[in-house]
């Protein structure tokens, strides 16, 4: 009887943790911010090498059109979602 009003207690705190927003156990990481995002609308992303062999750089890279919820991104004239680790890393 004990454990079966512990584990209500513990769902129920779950629960309302999830429903303001906070971190749960499931959570392996807290929320992005903006700061945090890999890229954004307007800058210019450059496809591997690999990914588009023969091209040179001018012709593998692309304006980001959006970004979405998932960190994937949609570009002008390319079709699809695409995934960072698809990018070339910025140069510093």
Do not use: N, Y
């Not at 700061?35 to 990914?51: I, K, Q, S, Y």
């Not at 023969?54 to 979602?81: C, I, K, M, N």
């Amino acid at each position: 009887m004990a454990g079966a009003v512990g584990t209500t207690f513990l769902l129920r705190r779950r629960g309302e943790r999830k429903a303001q927003g906070g971190l749960t156990t499931d959570d392996h990481a807290p929320r992005s911010t903006a700061a945090d995002r890999w890229a954004r609308p307007g800058m210019e992303a450059t496809f591997r090498a690999e990914l588009m062999p023969g091209r040179s750089r001018t012709e593998r890279t692309f304006r980001v059109a959006r970004l979405l919820p998932s960190g994937r991104v949609t570009l002008d004239g390319v079709a699809g979602e695409h995934a960072e680790s698809e990018f070339e890393q910025i140069r510093k």
